[in-house]
């Protein structure tokens, strides 16, 4: 596979955009192999994403944002610039839970995510062994209401040693701080194990059963301040019955846990993600 | 199609109910065609459904009841019977919608609802030559905050005057008073344009739009004094994305309307559905 | 609603062909508001669907194609122009089922199809009333085996009469010829009631009752030649059990029916669709 | 979890087998836990699953066959009776594919299988470490077309060594000779990557590429001597479009085989399924 260059913009709609974007593109012979585009409804503005072949293509790599920046101040675009042979650095936030966790890894394994993970972080030990197993580092940060605000310095200073550029919560119990979620807008992945926005919060399979739904759901969002409320990347359900209990329940919901999860690290790993206030626009 | 006896029970659970219920069946020389039983978890309720064939039945079909009053007793049964050959008598209540109004009136047409349907109440007057060209009783209702109680009262006597048996609401706009729910327990069908319990109340699209999740949904439930909270029936939901206005969302979700509250109305006509406090049992 | 343009277009890919038409569209001051294309993997053939706004267009409707002409030709590109003000004129073909027939119908009614349906062609009788309780003239041509060929020249004549755009075979249970098929290609919209390839021919629930599937399903696709074997538009399932005999599948299966077809229908008419041999592209 | 006996049986229908079978439970003082049925439209023939707790039942688990032979032969029944708290063998057959092996690894260890995994058969060496990662033992038994009936051979004297009660072919691309299905009737489930019968055979994603399909599937059935033919378990689809390569297809349908074989898999250990000629009742 050759490398492809991706360009994430955004700015306010106007006559003229994807003309002057594809023919930046083209005028340094840059071949277009994938262009979406959307505008908002009410607020008109305009998001696109564009990806074209770097062979051929007659600037280099780290003159590519420089020699777009007139067009991009003309529009007053806010824009992000990908390749797809650079793999982002991704740690794994888990807790006891091995579903997703497992999943990530397996499918990582497979080759289905284009990226590195030479970070786990837990706050319970129970999936050390399995971590070690796939050769994958594990960091223990036990979490007490006493030392949280430490301990997130302490995880804080390994993601930047690491070059981190994207937090996995594969099913981790713990609130972060908004401290902690300040300092990585949109690139905290989490999986919900319901239809947001219902059943956020506590126990959301127990929350299910008590209401007698006839579907349950999982969805994978953007972390933000508020819990369970940020922007939603993917969502999914599946059909249950009276006679499902609240294990039943969470039997069920792994297999839909690890699907919606793996779609939205899909998502975001391919660069298919733009965030417009507390909403996604995902170009799939 | 020759006609069945379906009878609808609940109990504590104790040992020796499904062997008395069908030796009652088998010693009157009844074949059972349908058996279908569900214990609650915790609170050791049982539930269940039995039908069989009344052609060779030694007992007629007013004297049923009578002769199963021992074993009620014995083992302290709610039980309700239902034959089907007998066809329930509905009342639909629209407001200006048509999707869910004519696909009613096309299955019904189609035989895929065996049931009559006397009479149709809709608080608009749109609706009316839809009714009348199908040769449907139409019933014009205003409701106004000010005559809200005296124009149920109208409704009332009508439900009562054409022997309804069951009262669907086919996206009737109004919120129907506890007074007049109440003597309709577990015999008014609604359909919700929402995964309930999210967007419960008004504009649900509107409230799915302003959110953004990726999927939208409907509910059918059984009506109860709080609006949108009672007993659910069927759920579905289809995928959407950025691109759907709140319209296109109205659009789709008209599909799904239809198709749940149809699923609704078709278990409930089959007497399929059992109500256990704030849930059902549906025995499929 | 203002009246957007939509050009659909396929060539050999090469560079500059994105770059070219959006510049071409903004030279003559339209604002593009919807973009896809798609390169085929092997043959590189590149396809687009583009939308802009015709308000503002300095080129007069019946003037685009002569001033796109000297594009095209560079590219070798196909090419067709629609107008999303120009409703095009479908024929409705039925045979006795009613409910794909009357989905349409009220579809149209509700406003979700953009179309004008001037003739409806039964080879049966049933659903004439049907037809004229909606205000539309049905025309009645009986089909037999001596004298198909003389009768789907009247109906090819009927077409033409009334401007026809597009055939919807609405379980339209006639087999066309071949020269009729060859006089609409990639314009006769039909609906089969399974997952093809699987269960083409006759009788589809049948076959899937027999091979015990636990899946059925409905595909709509362009007619060709060879029966049930042209460019798939749509396709769904839903689950069924041992439990469901032909009859429940030929029930559960309308519901599949009337939502495939509506979705090619509608794919249709908003000229979403490009043919590649015997494969489509759908832009959605 | 105390455990429960499962009683499958088939018989003619005939008045009284509900009755006579409960009876037999609750005379021995067993309480009926789950109880189903099902009658074969034509001809006729009667199947049901029923479940009681041992706890307080009166007969010895090795005697109940024998106490239950009167009524077996009075309706010339064939049955076969298990208990939830003996878990059945299983034996993995793999190739190269990981993702079905590892799930089903996973499920079980998670606890969603309750069976014994002895012994993983792979006629390639690629899945061993994984195996041996997870404590299970492999066999390697290269296939050649010379030597497949010794190598057969080899498998059946190892299956009866490890007592396996299951074979479960996990992505295993060798074809089993006739006489190695023979001997496992209704005991080899196999995941075949499409929605049968559409694809069978060689390369289903090829297939369903070519043929331009708007969705793909996967089915899991008992292994029959006919290729792809044996009766069907458990199926689904998921969509797809113009865009996905045959690669992607691979990708996505990974999910959709992983879930298929798991569910099929899990209803065969939990005795819900019945075999009647090609075709499957499934007690879900």
Redesign the interface.
Known sequence: MKPNAILLLSCP????????V??F???H???????????T?RSKIFFMRIEWELEGFDIARGKILEAFEPLAKKFSMKCSLHFTDVQPRIALFVSKH??CF??II?RH??G?FKCQIPLVIGNHLELKPVAE?FGLSYLHVPITPDDKVQQEERELAELKRHKIDCIVLARYMQVLTDRFVARWPNRIINIHHS?????AGRSPYQQAYD?????I?ATSHYVTETLDDG???????I?I???D?VSDME?KG??LER?VL?RAVRLHLENRILVHG?????F?
Chains 1, 2, 3, 4 share one sequence.
């Not at 239809?195 to 059943?199: D, G, K, R």
């Not at 507390?278 to 995902?282: L, M, Q, R, W």
């Open positions: 709609d106007q006559k003229g955009i994807v003309a002057s594809s023919n593109i083209f005028h012979s840059g071949n277009i192999v994938h262009a979406a585009q959307h505008t409804e091995i579903h497992h999943d397996l394994k497979m289905e197993q239809f947001l926005p219902a059943f209401r007698g739904v006839k579907i759901g922007p939603i990347i993917a969502q999914d359900v059909k019955s009276h006679r209990s039997m792994k297999d699907m793996a507390s909403k996604t626009i995902v799939e």
